[in-house]
């Protein structure tokens, strides 16, 4: 007799079996059946928390998204880093555990099929809107010494991380190291200037590519 589980255990289950079948077999190989033979589940009970294999994949991606925000607020509440610090610590995913950030560049992978397009589209639009207000508070948080003129800190932010989401995305540009490096450090530069912080501001993050 199999053993009754709370409702949100449950939808966990389906959603760490469909994330590692996604990852292993890829998105498109995996079905719903494949998804409910890890738990020896029936279609009824697949299909009491989802209407879709694509609404799991929805759901794993909206999962993955709250967990990066979780960190990134625990950064831009640490009141022992400067604004350039927790801006670097967010972009470069400090904070995440290992099995995140290697689940995060596996599921990127999937994102980067032809077929899964839609998807892709899906998890960045809803990377920058849930990163933007977080990352604009850093921003707004010390006006004494760092003269940010930005009328709109969150819409600025957002239209940042859109830029950068889209080009360095492998899937759309294969850049050369020293392609990537140039347009990394032309970025920064470009932060700077609209945020209209002083120049050299973000220099920590540009030693990344020096």
């Not at 759309?172 to 920064?188: C, G």
Request: glycine content about 4%; proline content about 4%.
């Amino acid at each position: 007799m199999r053993r009754h589980k709370e409702p949100e255990v449950r939808k966990s289950e389906l959603l760490d079996a469909a994330q590692k079948l996604f990852i292993e077999k890829g998105y498109a190989k995996t079905t719903v059946t494949d998804i409910l033979n890890v738990h020896g589940l029936s279609k009824g009970v697949f299909y009491y928390y989802f209407k879709s294999k694509e609404e799991i994949m929805d759901a794993i991606i909206q999962r993955m998204v709250d967990e990066m925000v979780v960190h990134a607020k625990k950064i831009a509440a640490d009141p022992d880093m400067t604004p350039p610090q927790k801006i670097l610590a967010i972009l470069m995913g400090q904070g995440q555990s290992e099995e995140l950030i290697k689940d995060k560049e596996s599921m990127t992978q999937q994102f980067h099929e032809v077929q899964n397009a839609e998807m892709h589209q899906k998890s960045l639009s809803l990377s920058i809107q849930s990163l933007a207000p977080v990352m604009a508070e850093i921003f707004k948080e010390d006006k004494s010494t760092v003269p940010f003129s930005v009328h709109y800190p969150q819409e600025t932010i957002a239209l940042l991380l859109a830029a950068g989401q889209v080009i360095f995305d492998e899937g759309l540009f294969q850049w050369s190291e020293e392609e990537r490096t140039r347009y990394a450090v032309a970025f920064i530069e470009m932060m700077e200037k609209t945020l209209g912080v002083p120049l050299g501001y973000f220099n920590e993050l540009k030693k990344m590519f020096s």
